[in-house]
């Protein structure tokens, strides 16, 4: 199974490279293989690499489902 998450990217690196952060964790990415990003722009990423651009909305409801997974996945333990 493959997992990709939403994260913004904070910082461009130049034209292939940028910052991301996801809840505090920043994290060095790849561009190559997305055009036009920019900052504060979410993208879907897997292995370090970004593979689309996301709608902001579509990205926060997707960050709220995966804590809120987290969450109920804490009280059960």
Not at 30 to 42: E, F, K, R, T
Not at 48 to 56: C, I, K, N, T
């Amino acid at each position: 199974m493959c997992l990709a998450i939403p994260v913004r990217v904070v910082e461009l690196l130049g034209e292939s490279t940028a910052v991301v952060d996801l809840g505090g964790i920043r994290k060095e990415i790849s561009l190559a293989l997305v055009d036009g990003v920019q900052v504060g722009d979410y993208v879907i990423l897997h292995v370090g690499y970004a593979l689309s651009r996301l709608d902001p909305e579509e990205a926060e409801r997707t960050l709220a489902l995966f804590a809120s997974a987290a969450g109920a996945g804490a009280e059960a333990s």
